[in-house]
């Protein structure tokens, strides 16, 4: 079983609809994909509003469940597990994007949005 832990830094610019992409390679197969952890510093428009990070690299599925608080930054321990059924090469670019919790699509805050997350690519099946 080989594990890779890996810091995604992201970056939502102002405005509706934010997306961003990061560069993420692995150097093997993936099969399971495990999000330990996420951040979130917003802008300062006084807004606070919980939202969800998506993106393709887990079938536009969510990556993380934030708090967009633009008086404070959050940090939070997440346990989001994402299996997959057959083995992945991941090495390219991945696209993120913030929705509210009704699924529409969120506002990044003024300011650039950061979020940065912390993912673990396994070889093998985590919960057996």
Do not use: C
């Not at 890996?6 to 939502?12: D, G, M, W």
């Not at 994909?33 to 969800?52: D, E, R």
């Not at 529409?104 to 993912?119: F, M, Q, S, W």
Request: net charge neutral; aromatic share 8%; hydrophobic share 40%.
């Amino acid at each position: 079983m080989t594990k890779l832990t890996k810091f995604i830094p992201l970056t939502f610019p102002a405005g509706a609809n934010s997306r961003t992409t990061a560069q993420i390679s692995v150097p093997y197969k993936v099969k399971t994909i495990h999000i330990k952890s996420a951040a979130y510093k917003a802008g300062t428009n006084g807004t606070a509003n919980y939202v969800v990070i998506m993106s393709d690299l887990v079938v536009n599925n969510p990556i993380a469940i934030l708090s967009q608080d633009t008086t404070y930054s959050s940090a939070t321990v997440q346990d989001i597990l994402h299996q997959l059924y057959n083995p992945l090469d991941i090495n390219g670019t991945f696209n993120f994007w913030i929705v509210n919790m009704d699924g529409t699509p969120a506002t990044a805050t003024v300011g650039n949005d950061k979020v940065g997350l912390i993912i673990e690519f396994d070889t093998a099946n985590e919960i057996i």
